[in-house]
């Protein structure tokens, strides 16, 4: 059974930076893609990031480039989120999810992605 588990979220303020972290456990991760997802309170869930199985690509949604950074690390199987300059706006719970063993490295639709995580919850205080 494949478990995801999202840690490090918490409560920051405006320009201050949080490291997420999702581990993996069921499933060799170290042949799929990452990605990391977020949903604001009663939004639908949106796309944030993700990271190709190498670790050597990584994608971003515009609203984080520069400011968020994706990595993994296989042997733990763990992926990170490290979120700088935070802003009210990427207040949401966040999601990670594991990508198919084929197709393409990342898509935006959430209906992409195999399996998810209970996520955990980011509060950016103006």
């Known amino acids: 059974q494949v478990q995801l588990k999202e840690s490090g979220g918490g409560l920051v303020q405006t320009g201050g930076s949080l490291r997420l972290s999702c581990a993996v456990s069921g499933r060799s991760f170290s042949v799929y893609s990452m990605g990391w997802f977020r949903q604001p309170l009663g939004k639908e869930r949106q796309f944030v990031g993700a990271i190709d199985w190498t670790g050597e690509r990584t994608y971003y949604t515009d609203s984080v480039k520069g400011r968020f950074t994706i990595s993994r690390e296989n042997i733990k199987n763990t992926v990170y989120l490290q979120m700088d300059s935070l802003r009210p706006e990427d207040t949401a719970l966040y999601y990670c999810?594991?990508?198919?063993?084929?197709?393409?490295?990342?898509?935006?639709?959430?209906?992409?992605?195999?399996?998810w995580g209970q996520g955990t919850q980011v509060t950016v205080s103006s």
């Open positions: 999810a594991t990508a198919p063993n084929t197709g393409p490295p990342y898509c935006k639709s959430a209906g992409y992605w195999d399996d």
